[in-house]
């Protein structure tokens, strides 16, 4: 089985810091590892995926993440926070199957 | 690539008549569909996962007479909220992806439904 922990509910950061979302899974087998992005309502849209290979995987609008297989995390981050970042963030797990298990969420709000 | 279009983005009903929300594939065939529901602030609760030419499979919970699910292509997949209470009022997300292995979901923008 899989699950999906993100740790802190609400994030906020100033404008051009560092942003950095936590996401740590579980899972009993090789995990694919998303994160998606969600602006009011709207849909999800995919900021990255981890499959295999590379461990850091960079993603649409400067984001990246990094998969520790040690840690079993796979955190967010962003070197330099816009304002346009500013929405809900969601972490999910996968495993080759069907079902898709997504974390609880984060907000992030970014300060000027 | 991969998009999903849901429609209709927004929809206000009476309290007791029905809603159909529908879910396309545009560019890519969807082997499996999943239909979420999103309370404000909170993640997405899955509702059901539906499989072209074959039943749907519900998660726990969700009224299956209640939340229709018809898959019949491998494009488009509706849902229909029969006898729709103000309880139902909601953000209702459709997703699909095109196969089993590590293809990621695609979401459709979602449906805010409201019963009056």
């Known amino acids: 089985a899989q699950s999906v922990t993100q740790l802190g509910s609400h994030v906020s950061v100033s404008e051009g810091a560092l942003v950095l979302l936590r996401c740590n899974y579980s899972?009993?087998?090789?995990?694919?590892l998303f994160w998606y992005v969600q602006y009011p309502n709207q849909g999800l849209q995919l900021l990255l995926k981890?499959?295999?290979?590379?461990?850091l995987v960079k993603g649409i609008n400067g984001f990246e993440a990094e998969f520790k297989k040690s840690e079993t995390s796979f955190h967010l981050t962003k070197p330099s926070a816009h304002m346009s970042d500013a929405a809900e963030y969601f972490c999910?797990?996968?495993?080759?199957?069907?079902?898709?298990?997504f974390g609880t969420g984060t907000s992030l709000t970014v300060i000027p | 690539g991969a998009v999903v279009s849901q429609h209709p983005s927004r929809v206000i009903c009476k309290s007791g008549t029905s809603v159909k929300i529908e879910c396309r594939s545009l560019?890519?065939?969807?082997?499996?569909m999943f239909w979420y529901r999103q309370f404000p602030k909170q993640s997405l609760m899955l509702m059901a996962t539906?499989?072209?030419?074959?039943?749907?499979?519900?998660e726990q919970g969700v009224e299956k007479d209640k939340f229709l699910i018809n898959h019949a292509s491998l494009t488009l997949s509706t849902l229909t909220v029969t006898s729709a209470h103000p309880e139902d009022s909601s953000f209702y997300i459709c997703?699909?992806?095109?196969?089993?292995?590590?293809?990621?979901?695609?979401f459709g923008n979602g449906t805010r439904l409201t019963v009056t």
């Open positions: 999910a797990v996968s495993a080759a199957g069907n079902q898709f298990y």
């Open positions: 539906s499989n072209e030419g074959s039943k749907a499979t519900y």
């Open positions: 981890y499959t295999t290979g590379a461990t």
């Open positions: 560019d890519f065939q969807a082997t499996t």
């Open positions: 997703s699909a992806r095109a196969d089993r292995g590590n293809s990621p979901l695609h």
């Open positions: 899972s009993s087998v090789p995990p694919y």
